[in-house]
């Protein structure tokens, strides 16, 4: 599902990141515009320090921008306040990241619930739905096991559940493959297909691995801090 060019749900204009001063500045984003319109997956990718994670973090709400515009939905996010941020952050975003993040003395379905409970969801609710973000994901045999007791692609899809069960429209994926085998890798890169395909979901992606890119529809290829090109991939079948 490619979203309509006229429908951008991410719009990104001049934006910069930069750290330090002098001799020792560094330009981590040196004026990026990017479009990225609504139930795309597109896939950021570049050599190491060519700022495709730091425009991760700046669409996650979880680094500042020195310059520029960045707008979700319409709504400018380079300004806001830092609890602003985390408000718009638990409204809008998920989040999958290469380490899974999981609490190792909690369940999967612990795990998958701690969004909502920093939502105020009430108990059964909370139950209800993490059940079906679990479902979601193939695990729903697997509520009830520690992380220690799944594989690394089963930990990486209960962390998948974990960013879904909010219901974000976008979903913002760092690496999501880079601590699994290749079959393992393959199956996250589908599931990430199927709820970008059914769910309508936008998915950002960073990713090293060209293979994982086949399930994508675009690359946006950078360096040096800049968007080089975007490129167009034929959907994985």
């Known amino acids: 599902m490619i979203g ?6 991410i719009r990104i204009r001049g934006l910069r990141r930069v750290y330090g001063r002098g001799d020792a500045e560094v330009r981590a984003l ?19 320090g060519s700022g495709k994670s730091t425009l991760l973090n700046a669409i996650g709400l979880l680094d500042v921008p020195t310059a520029g515009s960045l707008a979700i939905e319409g709504r400018e996010m380079v300004g806001l ?9 638990r409204e809008r975003l998920g989040f999958v990241f290469q380490g899974f993040n999981l609490l190792m003395r909690s369940t999967a379905l612990q795990n998958v619930e701690l969004p909502l409970v920093y939502r105020g ?12 973000a679990l479902a979601a994901v193939g695990l729903a045999d697997r509520a009830d096991h520690l992380p220690n007791e ?12 974990r960013a879904i069960v909010g219901e974000p429209e976008i979903l ?12 393992m890798s393959h199956e996250v890169m589908q599931l990430l297909r199927r709820l970008n395909s059914e769910r309508g979901i936008t998915v ?12 994508t529809d675009r690359i946006a290829h950078f360096r040096d801090g800049r968007l080089e090109n975007i490129e167009t991939v034929k959907e994985a079948a």
């Open 121 to 132: 969801v009430g108990r059964a609710e909370r139950r209800r739905r993490s059940l079906e």
């Open 81 to 89: 306040s830092r609890r602003e941020r985390a408000l718009a952050r």
């Open 204 to 215: 950002v992606m960073v990713s090293h691995e060209p293979e994982m890119t086949v399930y």
């Open 172 to 183: 913002l994926a760092d690496e999501p493959t880079g601590n699994l085998d290749t079959v």
């Open 150 to 161: 799944l594989s690394g692609g089963q930990q990486q899809r209960v962390a998948i559940a």
């Open 4 to 9: 309509r060019e006229d429908d951008v749900v």
């Open 30 to 48: 040196d004026g990026v515009d990017l479009d990225i319109p609504r139930g795309i997956f597109l896939t950021l990718m570049g050599p190491s």
